[in-house]
């Protein structure tokens, strides 16, 4: 059954766009609407035997032809997850959580597996291993955002770990051939947390039938209105369109992940 509140999360990641009266409901669909992004945590761990459970949810993903090119490094100690967060924008929320999970591009264990009968491992060194890595760790890591709220807790995505991956590889003790792709921060979400539903571009924008076309002016204002008006609830005075312009101007807008094809080479990803 649908209830008020699983039509407001609709409303607002939508903002004022009413669904369709026959669109179809359920409990994951429900879920997968009232995401947010959690910051701010309460005090608690995120005990094994849950954690167990996120990460079978995670193993449950699509993977290209089976390789499961992608690891998972659970951190709990203090003084690591210290050093983490420093390298990773000096975010406080990564010390808070109950747990932080650092998903792992990883080819090293294939490579590993090839040498050890004497066969050679060279198709480690192009781009689209390096992709499928990528892709691999996302999509492990979407299914246990999804598992981690279907029991009650909170997540959020540090695309930070980026920043310094060369670092944060040797301090996770990474091999040759796993990279650092992303973290993601679970625990318990603190009641008073004021974050919501972030509005989302109108389908209208990403949804494209048939061939691609470039977005309506029109929409993009309105959605960027939307945006303003959630980060108005938050106390903060900005929009999207700006942001997205500033993203995409230089390589100042990467805060320093302009070398990362550097990065990737010298951690064994070569990505020819």
């Given amino acids: 059954?649908?209830?008020?509140?699983?039509?407001?999360?609709?409303?607002?990641?939508?903002?004022?766009?009413?669904?369709?009266?026959?669109?179809?409901?359920?409990?994951?669909?429900?879920?997968?609407?009232?995401?947010?992004?959690?910051?701010?945590?309460?005090?608690?761990?995120?005990?094994?035997?849950?954690?167990?459970?996120?990460?079978?949810?995670?193993?449950?993903?699509?993977?290209?032809?089976?390789?499961?090119?992608?690891?998972?490094?659970?951190?709990?100690?203090?003084?690591?997850?210290?050093?983490?967060?420093?390298?990773?924008?000096?975010?406080?929320?990564?010390?808070?959580?109950?747990?932080?999970?650092v998903f792992v591009a990883d080819w090293a264990r294939a490579g590993e597996l090839a040498r050890r009968v004497g066969?050679?491992?060279?198709?480690?060194?192009?781009?689209?291993?390096?992709?499928?890595?990528?892709?691999?760790?996302?999509?492990?890591?979407?299914?246990?955002?999804?598992?981690?709220?279907?029991l009650g807790l909170g997540a959020v995505y540090v695309?930070?770990?980026?920043?310094?991956?060369?670092?944060?590889?040797?301090?996770?003790?990474?091999?040759?051939?796993?990279?650092?792709a992303f973290g993601v921060v679970l625990g318990h979400p603190d009641p008073d947390d004021r974050a919501g539903v972030k509005p989302r571009l109108p389908q209208s924008v990403v949804r494209h039938r048939e061939t691609y076309r470039l977005p309506d002016d029109a929409a993009i204002a309105a959605y960027d209105e939307a945006v303003t008006a959630y980060y108005g609830t938050q106390g903060e005075s900005r929009g999207w369109l700006r942001a997205a312009i500033a993203r995409v101007r230089d390589a100042a807008s990467l805060h320093g992940r302009h070398t990362m094809r550097a990065s990737l080479e010298r951690r064994g990803l070569a990505s020819r």
């Fill in 159 to 180: 695309g930070s770990v980026r920043n310094n991956p060369e670092q944060i590889a040797d301090l996770l003790g990474l091999p040759e051939g796993a990279f650092p």
């Fill in 119 to 150: 066969e050679p491992a060279d198709a480690v060194g192009y781009i689209e291993s390096t992709i499928v890595g990528f892709v691999d760790a996302a999509l492990a890591a979407q299914n246990a955002v999804v598992a981690a709220e279907s």
């Fill in 1 to 101: 059954m649908t209830t008020t509140n699983d039509q407001d999360a609709w409303l607002r990641r939508y903002g004022s766009v009413a669904p369709a009266s026959d669109l179809p409901r359920n409990p994951v669909l429900d879920l997968l609407y009232r995401h947010r992004s959690v910051r701010a945590f309460a005090p608690g761990d995120v005990d094994d035997a849950t954690l167990t459970a996120i990460i079978g949810a995670a193993q449950s993903a699509s993977t290209s032809s089976n390789l499961q090119a992608w690891s998972v490094i659970e951190v709990r100690d203090p003084d690591r997850l210290d050093a983490l967060a420093r390298l990773a924008g000096d975010q406080d929320f990564i010390r808070r959580g109950g747990v932080f999970l």
